[in-house]
């Protein structure tokens, strides 16, 4: 398997951001296009997971600690759309509001990806079964005693990258993304096992 770092494209990025805002305290969702490259990061040329676009999926069911797919019917659409328009779906996003628990992903986000390579395999996106990738977006509200001007703010830890942006004069959102591979680890009793493993997130600096 092949563990590529991510590059998330700057319009990417935004929507990404945007929809986890929108739906704040509750959890957003949806699928990543993307495809393989070679790019220049900070000087040095590097295999990676490029994201080309992000869809937020709109017939989701989304609640506090969980998402679902509220409409079977309409995320089989929505994937027999994305493969008659040559689209290649590479994984997911999904956002964690506060109180989240660690920028990792719970044992019933694996299942839930489990099932979405399953339904996917079965409409014909069998790359998928290989290695799905999934955004995560940790995501918290604050509050600030002094007023600002609507900004923003981007950093880079080790793998993830934090942004802080600032919507209105008192209010603003902490948010952390993060990236994670889930792949098919080993096979047990006919049923297939999977693993996580992190992977670094890369954005462009210069977003406007
Ligand atoms: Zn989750």
């Not at 739906?23 to 990543?32: D, F, I, K, Q």
């Not at 017939?59 to 659409?77: D, L, P, W």
């Not at 339904?119 to 079964?129: A, D, F, L, R, T």
């Not at 799905?132 to 002094?146: A, G, P, Q």
Request: charged share 30%; proline share 3%; with cysteine.
């Amino acid at each position: 398997m092949d563990f590529r770092d991510v590059f998330i494209g700057k319009r990417s990025f935004k929507t990404l951001i945007a929809s986890a805002i929108e739906v704040y305290s509750r959890e957003t969702n949806g699928a990543l296009l993307g495809r393989n490259t070679t790019m220049n990061i900070d000087g040095v040329k590097k295999k990676v997971l490029s994201i080309k676009d992000v869809y937020p999926i709109q017939t989701e069911k989304r609640k506090r600690s969980e998402v679902s797919h509220g409409n079977i019917a309409a995320f089989e659409r929505f994937l027999r759309a994305m493969r008659s328009l040559k689209t290649n779906i590479v994984g997911g996003f999904h956002s964690h509001p506060h109180p989240y628990e660690g920028n990792v992903l719970s044992r019933s986000d694996v299942e839930f990806i489990r099932d979405e390579i399953k339904v996917m395999s079965k409409i014909g996106q069998k790359k998928i079964e290989g290695g799905w990738l999934e955004i995560l977006i940790s995501i918290r509200r604050k509050n600030y005693k002094r007023p600002g001007m609507s900004k923003w703010y981007m950093c880079s830890y080790v793998k993830k990258i934090r942004c802080k942006v600032r919507t209105q004069k008192r209010v603003g959102y902490d948010i952390i993304v993060s990236a994670y591979w889930v792949y098919p680890k080993k096979i047990k009793k006919k049923k297939t096992q999977y693993g996580v493993k992190e992977a670094a997130v890369y954005v462009p600096w210069i977003i406007e």
